[in-house]
């Protein structure tokens, strides 16, 4: 799991996010993992983090949402 979070850490500084950028990524990615502690990662299907993803939505409103793509227009590396 730590070589998987290096290499996505790599990835975003390769492609030139910012400091800023990285951290709330990394905030969110925390968020996830502990959300799915009780789970095997490498078996939680793209169906599970979509309804994680709409269940923050949802409990969030309409308020700004941290997985919006960049600036830059780069999409979320997930």
Do not use: W
């Amino acid at each position: 799991m730590e070589r998987a979070i290096d290499t996505f850490r790599q990835r975003l500084r390769l492609l030139r996010y910012v400091k800023n950028t990285i951290k709330t990524y990394f905030g969110c990615l925390s968020k996830f993992i502990q959300a799915f502690e009780a789970y095997d990662l490498r078996l939680v299907a793209e169906k599970n983090i979509e309804r994680y993803l709409s269940h923050l939505v949802e409990k969030k409103g309409r308020q700004r949402f941290p997985l919006k793509t960049s600036a830059r227009g780069h999409r979320p590396v997930l």
